[in-house]
């Protein structure tokens, strides 16, 4: 990211970074290694990120704010994950493709988020309106579109703003083949990918100082209720 973008201050502004990945902590993600490339960008223009693998977390099923009330016996969704996502300005979904699709982790973020649609901000509209999103995704087989596609179409009707260019990925060949991190993958040092990671990060920086500046989308026409 070239230093100029810093015209503006971004230093007021949060970012959470939400990885889909099926593995665990420590072990190693893919999608983590792309993920940190746009992390690194945003914090280097004073952009407070917090970055997260919800698998790590005991985030129940369900369309619910909380599905302890629903009989789970626990839910990190309530107390540990919503607070971060409900004060981000800007959200980045990463996940691993499976089947050419997003991960099942990553669409239960999704849906988790569904389910508190229906909470306001201060202008009475849905919660996710004035924040921003973008998708990065990972593998070895075809689909990083198809992946920005849904998850984007959803995070827009939530209520998220979707600058141009919102997302980024990593494919190597089609079937088995080493993954992004894998030595000689070439993902770290492919061009298009960079590209596309650097305009990503920049627009969503843009688009979520803009917003930030204007208080937000207009509330006229789109008050939830």
Same mark, same amino acid.
């Given at each position: 990211m070239r230093s100029d973008v810093g015209v503006a201050s971004y230093d007021d502004l949060r970012a959470l970074y939400v990885n889909g990945t099926l593995t665990r902590s420590p072990g190693r993600s893919h999608t983590q290694g792309l993920m940190d490339r746009s992390i690194a960008l945003l914090e280097g223009? /004073? &952009?407070?990120?917090?970055? +997260?693998? +919800? &698998? #790590?977390? $005991? &985030? !129940?099923?369900?369309?619910? $704010? #909380? $599905?302890? =009330? =629903? /009989? $789970?016996? =626990? #839910? !990190? @969704?309530? #107390? +540990? &994950? @919503?607070?971060? !996502?409900r004060d981000a300005d800007i959200l980045v979904i990463g996940t691993p493709i499976w089947l050419g699709e997003a991960s099942s982790v990553a669409r239960r973020f999704i849906e988790r988020l569904y389910a508190m649609s229906d909470q306001t901000n201060a202008q009475g509209q849905p919660i996710f309106y004035g924040k921003v999103a973008g998708t990065v995704t990972t593998g070895n087989e075809d689909g990083v579109k198809n992946v920005g596609k849904h998850l984007l179409y959803a995070l827009q009707h939530l209520g998220y703003t979707i600058p141009p260019a919102a997302e980024t990925g990593w494919i190597g060949s089609i079937g088995p083949g080493p993954s992004y991190l894998d030595e000689g993958s070439g993902g770290p040092q492919n061009a298009y990918t960079t590209s596309t990671l650097t305009a990503m990060s920049c627009n969503l920086l843009h688009v979520a100082r803009m917003l930030k500046d204007v208080g937000g989308i207009p509330a006229v026409g789109n008050v939830a209720g």
């Amino acid at each position: 990211m070239r230093s100029d973008v810093g015209v503006a201050s971004y230093d007021d502004l949060r970012a959470l970074y939400v990885n889909g990945t099926l593995t665990r902590s420590p072990g190693r993600s893919h999608t983590q290694g792309l993920m940190d490339r746009s992390i690194a960008l945003l914090e280097g223009q /004073g &952009v407070r990120v917090e970055s +997260l693998r +919800l &698998v #790590d977390y $005991a &985030v !129940a099923d369900g369309m619910t $704010a #909380d $599905a302890r =009330e =629903e /009989g $789970a016996t =626990e #839910d !990190a @969704w309530p #107390d +540990l &994950v @919503w607070p971060k !996502a409900r004060d981000a300005d800007i959200l980045v979904i990463g996940t691993p493709i499976w089947l050419g699709e997003a991960s099942s982790v990553a669409r239960r973020f999704i849906e988790r988020l569904y389910a508190m649609s229906d909470q306001t901000n201060a202008q009475g509209q849905p919660i996710f309106y004035g924040k921003v999103a973008g998708t990065v995704t990972t593998g070895n087989e075809d689909g990083v579109k198809n992946v920005g596609k849904h998850l984007l179409y959803a995070l827009q009707h939530l209520g998220y703003t979707i600058p141009p260019a919102a997302e980024t990925g990593w494919i190597g060949s089609i079937g088995p083949g080493p993954s992004y991190l894998d030595e000689g993958s070439g993902g770290p040092q492919n061009a298009y990918t960079t590209s596309t990671l650097t305009a990503m990060s920049c627009n969503l920086l843009h688009v979520a100082r803009m917003l930030k500046d204007v208080g937000g989308i207009p509330a006229v026409g789109n008050v939830a209720g």
